[in-house]
């Protein structure tokens, strides 16, 4: 008879204890520490423990990085190459991922206070799933031929931009890495990545596996380092030609401008959002658009994006929809994020806990009607939780229904007919993702086709990287994911050619 045996769960906490961090940047190949000298503390949000110093980059080391990146672009060491070398190069990238994903989930979760649990379920397989899905597409995209007359054949041709700025935020460290240098890479760009101060490790370990690939060096460079200063002299720098950026609004507008202020390089941004989901009183499941929604908010403690924040549903099953959701947020209280049987973990940093924190009482302070939640929690750790939490009858211009909180707090607007559902869906700056619950397929998709949003999800959500990724209005410029993310990182060129031989060629 066959035995089964259960494997042995990881001792995250050993394996914490074992961990070995190394933040320097890296440069052309070559691990370095600032030119300044200077390091800034890695902080653990679990319990506030230094981790480790990391290198503190600023525009000298900023400098350093895109000229090997320029170099590694002109000289052609990777443009150069067949894409169905590009294509190996990268494949063996995702398989050393897959190689090194308890070490990189831990990196992450320590970094950020995920929960390790949704690293193994989330984000890197979404991570892996990017850089695989992009290489297979390495060599399968073509080119055209432009339908002009006979005697003139034009290609039009995509080309590799030259150097890509890559300035991450610390929600999805390593997964929105991957979405982005996935398709700047396989197109045959060299990348220079600005990694979050709160949340540096995973980007530095992920280029170092992109040369143990076999990516020359130069390829790819990691210069750590603050906003105000690394960020910014990338945005500014006049030999990068591209520079994608996810964060919040505020900072993708201030790349607008630095690319306005140097040379016009071409701008990508993903600003989140506040994103509505309806629930319609005829959904045949409310149990299940009820869980939705808990998750949709409370998932990775709200620092999400493309969080549902804002609940939208109709008056008359509203109590109904309110006490199931409170019962998926109990299962969603912060524990250790190393346990891996915690559904929620450590808010990013104290700074991010006091935003959150601050629009709490702002909720409270403008008449929204605080239904679970409000507080900081696990405040022994010395760590940053805080509990999920629901303001109900929360109305359209309060500032907790308009701006992005990006923590596990969800508000909720009721409505009574379809039309004022429509109207306050789309009444936000915002335009990244939006969820809808309706009685049929039909009657869903019919809302979701009115709703201004780059995502549209019916009866449930998914995320296949296949689809697209990014925002209307205020929510960013461009697309991820599929062959929209390779667009941000070509450039198009028609070739004109016409027959030396014959007797009247071109205009003149
Ligand atoms: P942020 O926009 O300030 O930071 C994002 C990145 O931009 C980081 O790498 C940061 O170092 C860099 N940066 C910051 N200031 C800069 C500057 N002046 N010039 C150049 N680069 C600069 O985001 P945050 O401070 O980490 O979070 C603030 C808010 O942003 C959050 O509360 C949330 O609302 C939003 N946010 C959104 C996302 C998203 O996925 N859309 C991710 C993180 C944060
Ligand atoms: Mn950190």
Redesign the pocket.
């Known amino acids: 008879m066959a035995t089964t045996t259960k494997p042995t769960p990881i001792d995250w906490r050993a394996r914490a204890a074992e961990l070995q961090f190394d933040g320097r940047a890296l440069i052309g190949g070559q691990r370095v520490a600032a030119a300044s000298g200077e390091t800034f503390d890695c902080v653990s949000p679990i319990d506030a423990r230094v981790l480790t110093k990391v290198a503190r980059g600023r525009g000298p080391d900023v400098d350093a990085a895109v000229a090997s990146a320029r170099q590694a672009f002109d000289d052609g060491r990777w443009s150069g190459k067949p894409p169905a070398v590009r294509k190996k190069v990268l494949q063996r990238f995702s398989e050393l991922i897959l190689g090194a994903k308890e070490e990189l989930a831990l990196l992450e979760t320590l970094d950020v206070g995920k929960p390790i649990r949704d690293v193994h379920l989330i984000d890197i397989p979404m991570a892996i799933e990017a850089i695989a899905w992009y290489a297979e597409a390495a060599d399968k995209l073509y080119d055209e031929v432009a339908p002009t007359g006979h005697d003139v054949v034009a290609m039009v041709t995509r080309e590799p931009m030259g150097v890509v700025g890559v300035?991450?935020?610390?929600?999805?460290p390593l997964m929105?890495a991957c979405w982005k240098i996935g398709p700047a890479l396989v197109a045959g760009n060299t990348v220079v990545i600005?990694?979050?101060?709160?949340s540096p490790l995973t980007a530095i370990r992920l280029a170092e596996l992109a040369l143990e690939a076999g990516m020359p060096p130069g390829v790819i460079n990691v210069v750590p380092?603050?906003?105000?200063?690394?960020?910014?002299a990338?945005?500014l720098h006049p030999d990068v030609d591209a520079l994608t950026?996810?964060?919040?609004?505020?900072?993708?507008k201030?790349?607008m401008a630095?690319a306005a202020q140097s040379n016009m390089k071409r701008v990508s941004l993903?600003?989140?959002?506040k994103s509505p989901n309806i629930i319609f009183a005829d959904a045949p499941d409310i149990d299940t658009a009820a869980r939705n929604a808990a998750f949709g908010i409370f998932y990775n403690q709200g620092?999400?994006?493309?969080a549902g924040s804002r609940l939208v549903v109709q008056e008359s099953i509203k109590d109904e929809v309110l006490e199931k959701v409170i019962g998926w947020a109990r299962k969603m209280q912060p524990g250790d994020p190393l346990d891996p049987k915690s559904r929620a973990g450590a808010i990013?940093s104290l700074?991010?806990t006091e935003?959150?924190c601050g629009y709490i009482a702002k909720g409270s302070q403008q008449g929204a009607r605080l239904a679970l939640g409000g507080k900081q929690v696990l405040t022994q750790t010395g760590g940053f939780y805080i509990e999920p939490t629901i303001f109900d009858g929360v109305a359209g211009d309060m500032t907790i229904a308009r701006?992005?909180?990006?923590?596990p707090v969800l508000c909720i607007l009721p409505y009574d007919t379809e039309e004022e559902a429509i109207r306050v869906a789309n009444d936000t700056p915002y335009g990244?993702s939006s969820y809808v619950f309706g009685d049929t397929h039909e009657h869903a998709n019919k809302v979701g086709r009115r709703i201004r949003a780059g995502n549209v999800h019916l009866n449930g959500a998914s995320l296949d990287v296949c689809g697209s990724f990014g925002g209307y209005k205020q929510?960013?410029l461009g697309r991820e994911w599929g062959a929209f993310g390779f667009e941000e990182f070509l450039e198009v060129k028609s070739v004109f050619g016409a027959d030396p031989n014959a007797k009247a060629g071109g205009l003149f």
């Open positions: 300035v991450l935020p610390w929600n999805f929105l600005k990694p979050a101060e709160q380092g603050f906003g105000p200063t690394a960020g910014k990338l945005g950026f996810t964060g919040s609004g505020e900072i993708g201030m790349f630095y993903e600003c989140g959002g620092e999400v994006c493309a990013v700074e991010q935003r959150i701006e992005e909180i990006f923590g990244l929510s960013g």
